[in-house]
């Protein structure tokens, strides 16, 4: 089935930045389309963005749009999430998932992935 690293997460200050990264391996397909999400305790896990076919179909949810940025490596195996100008709102635990290819543009809802990270923390302080 595969296997999901994440890393890069952390605290950081309001106004601040982080790089989050997911490395996917042994996954079925080679176009594997590479999602974030983000889950606060005591809400419904909501989707950050997602990227697909090398990066020429991404997207991003609302509110991070303009904030966040996703790239590849060269070697097309790692997935980075780059936060910019985060907030308090922005603390949560952020997921990494992998789904199927498919045609049209890649979704933000989770039921689309079927390989998940473990998650990595991401704090925002005042």
């Known amino acids: 089935q595969g296997h999901l690293s994440e890393s890069g997460g952390g605290e950081v200050q309001s106004g601040g930045s982080l790089r989050l990264s997911c490395t996917v391996s042994?996954?079925?397909?080679?176009?594997?389309?590479v999602a974030w999400f983000r889950q606060v305790p005591g809400k419904n896990r909501e989707g950050v963005g997602c990227f697909k076919d090398e990066g020429k179909n991404t997207r991003y949810a609302n509110d991070m749009m303009g904030r966040f940025t996703l790239s590849q490596d060269n070697d097309k195996n790692t997935v980075h999430l780059q936060m910019d100008f985060l907030n308090e709102e922005d603390t949560a635990i952020y997921y990494c998932a992998a789904g199927g290819w498919y045609w049209g543009l890649c979704s933000l809802d989770e039921n689309q992935y079927d390989l998940w990270g473990q998650g990595t923390q991401v704090t925002v302080s005042s």
């Open positions: 042994g996954y079925t397909d080679s176009r594997a389309i």
